[in-house]
C-alpha cells in the first residue's frame, strides 16, 4: 500500500480539493485525508500509478509538489539533513567568499560542484584557498547577518524531537557554522569540514579527511548502528550532488529545491512547499507540529 501526498506552499496555500478529489478518482485511491486546509492532503494507493511522472509535472505547473511514499512505515525515527541550502537558505562558503571580495567566482564553482559537475573535493579545496588571509572573526559576522534559517526547519525538527526522533545535521560545509545552526534548531550531533585557521586569519586550507559524499552515507551507517536503528528509519534531506548516497539509502530521500541533475534522480522532490513537507510526507498533521 503507497499513501499519495498533495502540498503547496504554506505562504499560498493553493491546493484546490478539486484537484485532489479528481487525482484520487483516476487512481482509485482511498479517501482524502486533509492535513492542512488548502495546503496539503494524502490518500491511499493500491499501487504505484504508471503515469506518475507524468502527474507530477502537471501538478508542478500548478504550483503543487507530489510524493508518493510507502504506507508502511512512514513516520520515521531519526533526520539526517544537510546544511547549506537545506536547512539554511545560503551557502555559506558563498557568503564568505562575498565578505573576501571573491563572491562571484566561488559562487560559481559551488553551483557547479552542488550540480555534480565538479568534484567535491577539488572544488571545496579551490574555493577554500580563495580564502586565505580572511579574517577568522568574518565567520561571526556572516552567521549574524547574512545566514537565514529555511522556513520550516524549527517545526520539522521541534515536531520530530517531540515525537522521539534523533537528529543528525551532516554538512559538507564547515563545523563553525554546523555547530551554531545544530544548536539553534536542536540537532542532537552535526559533522562537518574545519575550516583551518593560524594568527586569527584563515590559512586557505581544509582539515582532513574532507567530508564528501561518502561521509553522509558513513553517518547514515553509523548513527543508525549506534542508535539500533535500521535505514529505512530514517528521513534525509539535501539540495546537492553529495547528497545523492544518502538520500538514496535512507529509507526516505527528499531533495528540497534541489539542482535539476540532483532532483532528475530523485523520487520525493519539493519544489514549492517547505521544510514541514517532510512532516506531510511522513502523515504528520498541520494540527500535530510543535511550535519551537
Known amino acids: 500500500m503507497y499513501t499519495a501526498v498533495l502540498l503547496s506552499a504554506p505562504a499560498s496555500r493553493t491546493l484546490d480539493p478539486a484537484l485532489v478529489e479528481s487525482l484520487r478518482n483516476a487512481w482509485g485511491g482511498g479517501d482524502a485525508v486533509w492535513l492542512s486546509p488548502d495546503e496539503a492532503a494524502e490518500f491511499t494507493l493500491p499501487q504505484i500509478p504508471a503515469n506518475r511522472e507524468e502527474v507530477w509535472q502537471s501538478c508542478q505547473a500548478m504550483g503543487v509538489d507530489l510524493v508518493i511514499v510507502p504506507t508502511d512505515g512512514r513516520e520515521k525515527r531519526m533526520l539526517l539533513a544537510d546544511m547549506d541550502s537545506t536547512m539554511i537558505e545560503q551557502e555559506c562558503i558563498d557568503e564568505l ?92 550531533e552535526n559533522r562537518a569540514n574545519t575550516l583551518l585557521a593560524e594568527g586569527g586569519a584563515l590559512t586557505g586550507e581544509v582539515g582532513l579527511p574532507i567530508l564528501g559524499k561518502q561521509a553522509k552515507v558513513d553517518a547514515l551507517e553509523e548513527i543508525t548502528a549506534r542508535l539500533g536503528l535500521s535505514e529505512q528509519d530514517v528521513i534525509a534531506v539535501g539540495d546537492g550532488a553529495n547528497d545523492l548516497g544518502m538520500l538514496g539509502r535512507a529509507g526516505l530521500g527528499v ?16 519544489n514549492h512547499g517547505d521544510l514541514t513537507a517532510l512532516l506531510f510526507a511522513q502523515g504528520i498533521a498541520r494540527s500535530e507540529f510543535v511550535t519551537p
Do not use: W, Y
Not at 588571509?133 to 517531540?162: H, Q, W, Y
Not at 531533495?255 to 519539493?270: E, F, G, T, Y
Open 255 to 270: 531533495a528540497l529545491h534541489a539542482k535539476p541533475s540532483v532532483a532528475a534522480q530523485c523520487d520525493v522532490r519539493i
Open 97 to 188: 567568499a562575498d565578505e573576501a571580495g571573491v563572491g562571484a567566482r566561488v559562487k560559481d564553482i559551488t553551483a557547479r560542484a552542488m550540480n555534480g559537475e565538479l568534484d567535491f573535493e577539488a572544488a571545496l579545496r579551490e574555493r577554500v584557498g580563495l580564502l586565505k588571509g580572511l579574517p577568522e572573526s568574518v565567520i561571526d559576522k556572516v552567521l549574524a547577518e547574512r545566514i537565514t534559517l529555511m522556513p520550516g526547519g524549527p517545526a520539522l525538527l521541534a515536531t520530530m524531537k517531540a515525537r522521539g526522533g534523533h537528529a543528525a545535521l551532516v554538512s559538507g560545509g564547515f563545523t563553525a557554522f554546523t555547530a551554531r545552526v545544530a544548536a539553534q534548531l536542536g540537532f542532537d
